[in-house]
């Protein structure tokens, strides 16, 4: 399994929720970014960070993460957009359609 490093260098955009278990707003937006990596399936890797695991603490800090859910869509290790808090599965599906209109995706394989 690909480390989160070589996931976050790697062709394809990685969508990273940031997220804890106490926290009411990310357990509804689970079922959403489901429907988000079956939407984009093959063009976008989706994650989730637990920010209350010592492990990921300091990437979390390192990406300005004061409050769950935030969800920062990275490419090629940068990150190009971020948003904090519930979307529905609907708008969050729009707004990462117009972050991936503007990077050339790797073709499907």
């Given amino acids: 399994m690909a480390t989160l490093a070589q996931l976050l260098e790697g062709p394809k955009p990685v969508l990273v ?6 926290c009411g707003p990310c357990q509804m937006l ?14 976008l890797t989706v994650i989730t960070v637990d920010v209350d695991n010592p492990n990921n603490q300091t990437f979390a800090a390192s990406q300005g993460v004061r409050s769950v859910p935030t969800l920062v869509l990275f490419y090629r ?11 529905p599965a609907a708008q969050l599906i729009r ?11 790797p073709a499907q394989t």
């Fill in 30 to 43: 689970a079922p959403v970014l489901k429907d988000v990596a079956r939407t984009f399936a093959g063009k």
């Fill in 17 to 22: 929720d940031f997220s804890a278990e106490w």
């Fill in 77 to 87: 290790s940068k990150p190009i957009w971020r948003v904090t808090g519930y979307r």
């Fill in 95 to 105: 707004e990462l359609e117009q972050h991936l209109a503007q990077i050339e995706l």
